[in-house]
């Protein structure tokens, strides 16, 4: 198997499929986790940002092809054909991928690694659902404990757990949606867990936080670091930007009423305070690069849009 080979190919399939199957099926990933989630102790609730959660269509079967994920997965075959075969990391990953701890952290030295082709740049080809799930304070600790054990139950991993099971798992549910058949493998999970105080002071500090950065015309930025699963629960290096997450797809499911209603005051707030066009320039310029290449594409652009409406409506 060439791996990077099967992963552009898999991923371009994905990319172009907009079938009601394969709504269908990411729907399925978020509800299998959210039965998991309910399990755990001390659960207050989970949200998901990025893919798919910001492509989802209202009142439509599918979702819209990102023609700017095909483009940068051949854009990455080309640079692996100009090695004629000589990427390395193939052999590595085949012979040490189970050993291997985060492939952040494995790779970060190598000499022979090809800065465009890092393994892990590879493997986050395969989108993954991220999600968050929310803890009381007190029960996180056991939380972290039992969400491994049910994940495991349940056959839900994160893509560093096996690399090379990760893309052929893949590759056969890319196979089986393309075919018209419900995958029964489920897409690998990045999941973090946050405690109920900490997501709550984050909520409710976006609007001054926002408005603070724009007054001194800086591009808002809150981080946020919590432990994230990958074969083990452990901080990443790079913290997330809380402001652009929440603005461009934050979706919740399960809050309570407290937590909601911080949320429906800090979208009605930041809505209120500045137009669908400010709060659309803040996610473009927060983002990394692809997401504003992503935002070509009109019907994510109509996505934003009906977002804002409905927070407008609030």
């Not at 023609?67 to 004629?84: G, P």
């Not at 040490?96 to 952290?105: A, E, G, Q």
């Not at 893309?167 to 999970?189: A, S, T």
């Not at 901080?235 to 809050?255: K, Q, R, V």
Request: hydrophobic share 40%; proline share 4%.
């Amino acid at each position: 198997m060439d791996i990077i080979k099967r992963v552009v190919e898999s991923s371009t399939i994905f990319e172009k499929n907009n079938t009601k199957i394969k709504k269908e099926y990411l729907l399925k990933n978020i509800y299998v986790f959210n039965d998991i989630a309910r399990k755990v102790s001390g659960y207050k609730g989970f949200f998901g940002v990025g893919y798919p959660f910001y492509a989802f269509i209202k009142n439509s079967d599918g979702l819209p092809i990102i023609e700017e994920q095909i483009r940068y997965n051949n854009e990455l075959l080309d640079k692996y054909n100009e090695l004629n075969d000589s990427w390395y990391c193939q052999t590595c990953l085949k012979n040490n991928n189970k050993m291997m701890p985060d492939l952040k952290l494995i790779c970060k030295r190598c000499q022979n690694m090809h800065p465009d082709l890092k393994p892990r740049k590879i493997v986050t080809m395969i989108p993954d659902m991220d999600l968050w799930i929310v803890i009381e304070d007190k029960d996180i600790s056991i939380a972290k404990k039992e969400l491994i054990e049910l994940f495991k139950a349940n056959n839900v991993f994160t893509s560093d757990v096996d690399p090379i099971k990760t893309i052929n798992d893949f590759y056969e549910i890319v196979m089986d949606i393309q075919n018209d058949k419900m995958p029964q493998k489920y897409l690998p999970i990045d999941v973090h867990i946050i405690g109920y105080n900490k997501l709550y002071n984050c909520i409710t500090n976006i609007a001054p936080t926002v408005a603070d950065f724009l007054d001194k015309n800086r591009i808002p930025y809150m981080p946020v670091s919590t432990e994230a699963l990958r074969k083990k629960w452990q901080y990443d290096e790079e913290a997330i930007d809380f402001i652009h997450d929440f603005i461009y797809s934050l979706t919740e499911y399960d809050f309570d009423d407290k937590l909601m209603d911080a949320l429906i005051k800090s979208r009605k707030e930041l809505i209120k305070l500045y137009n669908k066009d400010v709060l659309y320039n803040i996610v473009l310029k927060s983002g990394k690069p692809l997401v504003a290449r992503r935002q070509e594409n009109i019907d994510l652009q109509k996505n934003f849009k009906e977002r804002m409406d409905l927070w407008e409506q609030l």
